[in-house]
């Protein structure tokens, strides 16, 4: 099928992305792997629930319905949900092919589609990033973002007593809602010091335009309100060192980290949950670009210009694929993606100015490399075949590995079933001169399992 814009991720970039390219007069295609719009931000709440719970839960609530309604009831833009995009075929200075299979990931029916875009945009966001320590592979450690999923889409909280850790403004929210829905959060635990914080955000704050900075203010405000309110514990400086229990986590220990975040020694403190919640950050979701060809920048997302355009003609990136900067970046840059896929130019100032508050998160709350200090040979990094980091380095030793398939087939980090998406970073930090570059273990030319059966399958040219 023959499209003027073909969109993959219905995110807030993705959403943004299709209506500019539709207010250029573009014919749009917009696909996503979910049954509804919204991506990971908006996460759809329970049938039923109030509108009060959704506001609460739910940041920029209006702003999406707004989106939503726009391009459902346009009639030149094809929304497919339920859409898994398992491969590109590259085109000389073209974009590449796009090969989707639609319907639920685990029938028998799926239908296969094939995309012809004249501009493609990919807005396929990220997933979170844990760093592992000694028990995070035992029931009821959980990433901060699934515990969020689980508060927004079903109203439940993933444990009794919670404790939030991690690094980053994410932690924020997240306790917010796990409080909304029942938990008691026993603690939220921040890696960076207040010091390395305030030398993130605070210099250079003539480069803050006001009206940003109230709206930040104000975000802020109703989260640490909705702590103060049940007292709940911010401490910054420490980390999750690891997790106890049997059969699930009863407890975790919990101890100060120096700046470059090496523990510290005797700090330890054990705090009892049944539930925890960890989080350092995000990793762009990157396997349909390096399938296009698109270059890697250095943290191993999308390379872009500022209009958006990837290194491969006709291929554009917006949202977290370029680089973790919240949802108001992302839907800057889905603007700015949509109308230059549609062939207008526009949005780069709006982009670079959300981009000035994403680069101050990352000076105060990105990962330090002390972290793999907590990382003993025991500790498992590739949760999916129970692979430690002592095997890891033992094999990287024994091999003298260059490459990465062959360290894959040597160790199997990264060959379950997740295919490396939970380990893959961290085992390239983990490595020793790390031969791998950053975003590598994210090159999976079949992106998603398929069966013979549906690539056989002949394409339908559009859902009925």
């Not at 990931?105 to 589609?113: I, K, L, M």
């Not at 105060?364 to 200090?373: Q, T, V």
């Amino acid at each position: 099928m023959s499209v003027d814009v073909l969109v993959i991720g219905a995110g807030p970039a993705g959403l943004a992305a299709a209506r500019a390219a539709r207010r250029a007069g573009a014919r749009v295609v917009l696909l996503d792997s979910s049954d509804v719009l919204g991506g990971q931000f908006w996460r759809q709440p329970l049938a039923g629930g109030s509108d009060a719970d959704i506001r609460a839960l739910q940041h920029k609530w209006d702003r999406f319905v707004a989106l939503r309604r726009v391009l459902t009831d346009d009639p030149d833009c094809e929304i497919v949900t339920g859409a898994q995009v398992w491969a590109v075929d590259r085109r000389d200075d073209a974009p590449p092919v796009v090969h989707a299979l639609v319907g639920p990931a685990d029938g028998g029916d799926r239908r296969r589609r094939v995309f012809v875009p004249r501009a493609l945009v990919l807005a396929t966001g990220a997933h979170e990033r844990t760093l592992p320590f000694p028990g995070w592979d035992l029931p009821g450690v959980y990433t901060a973002g699934a515990a969020q999923a689980m508060a927004k889409g079903e109203g439940v909280a993933v444990g009794k007593r919670v404790l939030v850790a991690g690094t980053g403004p994410f932690l924020l929210p997240v306790a917010a809602s796990l409080l909304h829905v029942g938990a008691t959060v026993v603690g939220v635990v921040e890696a960076s010091s207040w010091r390395r914080i305030a030398r993130g955000w605070v210099p250079r704050p003539h480069e803050l335009r006001p009206k940003d900075l109230m709206s930040k203010s104000a975000e802020l405000g109703g989260y640490v309100r909705a702590l103060a309110a049940r007292r709940v514990p911010y401490r910054t400086g420490a980390a999750v060192l690891a997790a106890h229990g049997d059969s699930r986590v009863t407890a975790v220990t919990v101890a100060r980290i120096a700046d470059d975040w090496t523990p510290r020694q005797g700090t330890e403190q054990r705090v009892e949950a049944d539930a925890v919640c960890v989080s350092h950050g995000f990793v762009p979701r990157t396997e349909i670009a390096i399938s296009a060809g698109c270059a890697l920048a250095a943290d191993g997302s999308v390379r872009v210009d500022e209009e958006q355009r990837t290194s491969v003609p006709g291929v554009y990136a917006a949202g977290e694929i370029t680089g973790i900067g919240g949802a108001d970046l992302a839907l800057a840059e889905g603007e700015a993606a949509g109308r230059a896929a549609a062939g207008r130019a526009g949005g780069a100032a709006e982009v670079a100015r959300h981009r000035a508050f994403a680069d101050r998160m990352h000076s105060a709350h990105g990962i330090r490399p002390g972290w793999k200090a907590w990382v003993g040979d025991d500790t498992i990094v590739c949760r999916c075949e129970e692979v430690t980091a002592g095997q890891l380095r033992t094999v990287l030793a024994a091999t003298e590995t260059r490459g990465l398939r062959s360290l894959k087939l040597s160790s199997r980090a990264g060959l379950g079933i997740c295919q490396g998406r939970i380990c893959g970073r961290n085992v390239e930090d983990l490595l020793p001169d790390a031969p791998l570059d950053p975003g590598r273990t994210a090159n999976r030319p079949i992106v998603v399992p398929v069966r013979l059966g549906e690539i056989a399958a002949p394409p339908v040219e559009r859902e009925v």
